[in-house]
């Protein structure tokens, strides 16, 4: 892969890293993304059917069903090159921090060994009350097939639904994640903006917010995106042929 003078010398300078993740870091892993032609998600689902609080209120077996579902293939794969670049170089004796901020649910940044990763967005792995917010961590048997329908469980605290732990259309980020993710990226030299549309806000405004913090930002997506303009240097690849190849130039 050819690397610029001036993105190698970037990679090697710097401190503080931060990679801001979408759904495209794990594509090459066998996790869908949400928007791309023909595979994303949301190309064969409805997001009102399944995404949001309303789809919720109306039929909390179907959305429970789906997420148990998507956890389940999560289980069955396995972080890709691109997510064990990132945990090495943080690793390399004289490498930089390196924190994680994404948007994605699953679990392969830190099952590559990244930390710490921050979840804008939830995480299929925790599960809380809908009602009094007190997780559930009680062993939740994930469906092999898509299954149409799952009655949640009823938290043991206070009787109501058990509901994913993930952030729907139209809610908040959880607070302290979304403190946290703005205050790494502030701290910043360099910001990877990796496999995201950059089109879902907050999470899509970052890249701009490390650039005017002085950050370096590199986009690294096969395809132009709503961020592309904000990166000092563009890598039209994906996240497994790429981040290796990054994490290669910056530790010679
Ligand atoms: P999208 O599905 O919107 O975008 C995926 C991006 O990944 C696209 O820009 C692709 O070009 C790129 N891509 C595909 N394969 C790739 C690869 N192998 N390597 C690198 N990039 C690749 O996913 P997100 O931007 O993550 O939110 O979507 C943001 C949010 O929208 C999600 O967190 C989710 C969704 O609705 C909620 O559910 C709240």
Redesign the pocket.
Known sequence: MNLTPALGQALRAARRVVAVT????S??SGVP????AQT?L?EQYV?EDL?TPEAWERDRAFVWAWYLWRFGRVRHVAPND?HRALAEWARHPAGPEISVVT???DDLHERAGSDPVVHL?GSLAGYRCEACDEPYTEPIELPEQEVARIDPPRCAACGASVRPG????GEMLPMDEWVRGVELIEAADLVLV???????HP?AGLPALARAAGAVVVE????T?EVSDVAHHVIRS???LALPALVAAATP
């Open positions: 979408g759904a495209g870091m594509a090459e993304t949400f928007r791309d994303g949301w997001a995404a691109g948007q994605n649910v967005h993930v952030v729907w259309f990796v496999g995201t549309s950059g089109i879902v999470a690294v997506n096969p395809g995106t994906t996240a497994a």
